[in-house]
């Protein structure tokens, strides 16, 4: 059974580019989630979305916005992309709450 | 508000011993709970969750939880840890929040083991 996919690993952009990041969820999940990750603030989130509709969304600026796709592929979006963008971006995939997430290993940004 | 609360940041043991990691959350209803594991570079991976039924929980890896109702805790349990067990532990709440479900997760504990 494949695992959640987040594509690219890694990823080198520079102060006010845009960049797009992508994730596949596990088949059957329609709930995928997005998480900051930094040494400083730790795994902070995003938003998820679910069926297409954003479900929940973080405390972040309009700067990072996402959707979902009809087959629950997902993709998150920064814009103007600063220097504290850099972290790792982790996305999660969900069959229900009681469930929990499976996370997918990450997109590694760096803003230079 | 709902929160949880890792009070190790860090925590270093021998190759062997048993761990115990720590975690309060604050819910006024019983929430979901779960222990995630990260090595360095890599996602989260889950190990043990709880809702309902045994408050003992067996999860992979040989890990083991129990929940505290009367102290609102979940604490994560190994009897002999193996160096490989080295990586960031994260507990999480699954808690209701207006009228949506979401996961709350812990600051994390770093866990050293010496050889």
């Known amino acids: 059974k494949a695992g959640v996919t987040q594509t690219p690993r890694y990823l080198i952009k520079t102060r006010g580019q845009q960049v797009t990041l992508s994730c596949s969820p596990i088949?059957?999940?329609?709930?995928v989630s997005w998480y900051q990750q930094t040494p400083g603030q730790g795994l902070q989130f995003l938003f998820e979305?679910?069926?297409?509709?954003?479900?929940n969304k973080g405390n972040f600026p309009g700067r990072f916005s996402g959707r979902q796709f009809s087959n629950s592929r997902s993709e998150m979006n920064v814009s103007t992309l600063e220097l504290g963008d850099s972290a790792l971006y982790l996305c999660?995939?969900?069959?229900?709450?009681?469930?929990?997430?499976?996370f997918g290993s990450g997109t590694r940004l760096t803003v230079v | 508000a709902q929160s949880v609360t890792q009070p190790d940041i860090h925590i270093t043991v021998s190759e062997g011993a048993s761990l115990e990691l720590r975690c309060n959350y604050s819910?006024?209803?019983?929430?979901?709970l779960f222990w995630y594991v990260q090595s360095p570079g890599q996602g989260l991976q889950l190990l043990l969750k709880?809702?309902?039924?045994?408050?003992l929980v067996q999860g992979i890896k040989g890990f083991e939880a129990e929940f505290k109702r009367s102290q609102s805790s979940f604490n994560l349990r190994k009897p002999s840890v193996h160096w490989s067990d080295a990586a960031e532990y994260f507990c999480?709440?699954?808690?209701?929040?207006?009228?949506?479900?979401?996961?709350?997760f812990g600051t994390g504990t770093r866990l050293k083991v010496l050889a």
């Open positions: 999660a995939s969900s069959l229900s709450v009681s469930s929990g997430y499976t």
């Open positions: 088949s059957g999940h329609r709930s």
């Open positions: 979305y679910f069926s297409e509709t954003q479900r």
């Open positions: 819910y006024g209803a019983t929430p979901y």
């Open positions: 709880y809702f309902s039924g045994d408050t």
């Open positions: 999480a709440v699954g808690a209701s929040t207006s009228g949506t479900y979401k996961y709350i």
